[in-house]
């Protein structure tokens, strides 16, 4: 398997959608984290990640140089959607 590579933005991505634009495709970021390509694409459009695939996107945003992407950051931009979502 080929190692998925970011985009050239830098910075902490603002949101769940962004921070999943940073993989070449919706295929790789769902390579990297361990879930199925649907997963990865409700993610993306509901802007939520599932906890328990959170240890697996913070080693993977680390491996691939995103920077702020911790668990404080996952629970902050989950939180903030509230019960609208």
């Not at 361990?34 to 945003?61: K, L, T």
């Given at each position: 398997?080929?190692?998925?590579?970011?985009?050239?933005?830098s910075?902490?991505?603002?949101n769940?959608?962004?921070?999943?634009g940073?993989?070449?495709?919706?295929?790789?970021?769902a390579?990297?984290?361990g879930c199925?390509?649907?997963?990865?694409?409700?993610?993306?459009r509901?802007?939520?990640?599932?906890?328990?695939?959170?240890?697996?996107?913070?080693?993977?945003?680390?491996r691939?140089?995103?920077?702020?992407?911790?668990?404080?950051?996952?629970?902050g931009?989950?939180?903030?959607?509230?019960?609208?979502?």
């Amino acid at each position: 398997m080929i190692p998925a590579q970011p985009t050239s933005v830098s910075g902490p991505p603002t949101n769940i959608s962004e921070l999943i634009g940073r993989w070449q495709s919706i295929g790789a970021f769902a390579a990297d984290v361990g879930c199925g390509y649907e997963a990865a694409r409700q993610m993306r459009r509901c802007g939520r990640i599932a906890p328990h695939h959170w240890p697996h996107v913070v080693a993977a945003s680390r491996r691939l140089g995103i920077a702020g992407v911790s668990y404080e950051w996952l629970a902050g931009h989950s939180a903030s959607l509230g019960e609208a979502a």
